[in-house]
């Protein structure tokens, strides 16, 4: 697998599991995802179906801090990577890690525009991308890598799904967790273009009446959670991407109840099951039109018994399959 150069902050490091033996039928992630450095074989990995598959760590919790939410998120791409690495690894995809963007000293903008670069360049590579954030700002710089990437500058219609309880459509000078797909659609106007953006999960009480307005300005399509039921939702996804011929997915865990992911910056009272939120996942894989995804919004400090990383980690296993 060929990589092209990245400007990361932290080099990827090993990862660890369970050791059941050698070959493909005892093959765990952590077998097989190999650090992405200049040219890299993957020693371990089965023989490649597909595009190969990228991690990239998006260390920031400097948006949930600006929207004054709860911090902890920024030691989240650990947290997962560590969840993942003893998982069977069943994919037909060869997978490696590109290591950490991390956000210091309070500079969100400059980090999503590093993490966008560097998830543009695999992109442009062939590769399938995920991010693991991070605050929900990591949805910003993944947006920086899509629309930087060839084939959304080559005018594949670009549709940005986003499995959460909140629009993330906030109108604040400064931009945090809660303003992504604003800055997203504000970008794409100024590009010539409209967001094409649906949420699944919306949460009533959670959304104030002016992000419901900007919600219906700008277009957005969105099923609640209270009607988040397996048909509903497979209805849904299914007529968003036959308008389209690319996907970002975005993947908020706190659109999932806090009984099974208590580990967020913001816990669900109500939240989406995680049987449909997977169900989401197979279908967009199935679709063949992901070209990235992220998964957002973990924070370990909060969590317990390590059950929204094992969360997360599973989605990321499906998407990555």
Known sequence: MDFPALSVDAAPRPWTGRYDGDGEAHRRWWQAVAPAAGSTAVPHAPVTAGRPAVILGFCSDEGVRRNKGRTGAAAAPAAIRSALGPLAYHSQRAAADAGDVVVRDGELEAGQARAGLAVSALL??????????????????????VAGSRAVRDGQRLGVLNLDAHFDLRDEATPSSGTPFLQMARAE????????????????????????????????????DEDCTAGAAEAFVADFLSGIDVLYLTIDLDVLPAAVAPGVSAPAAYGVPLPVISAVCRQVVASGKLLHADVA?????????????RVAARLVSILLG
């Open 124 to 145: 442009n590579g062939g590769h399938l991308t995920l991010l693991l954030g991070g605050g929900h700002e990591t949805a910003y710089a993944s947006y920086l890598g």
């Open 189 to 224: 106007a100024a590009a010539g273009r409209e967001l094409n953006y649906a949420v699944v999960g919306i949460s009533v009480p959670n959304n104030t009446r002016a992000l419901f307005s900007t919600a219906e300005e700008l277009g957005v399509r969105y099923l609640l």
């Open 297 to 309: 919004e973990l924070n370990p400090a909060f969590d317990i018994d390590n059950r929204t990383a």
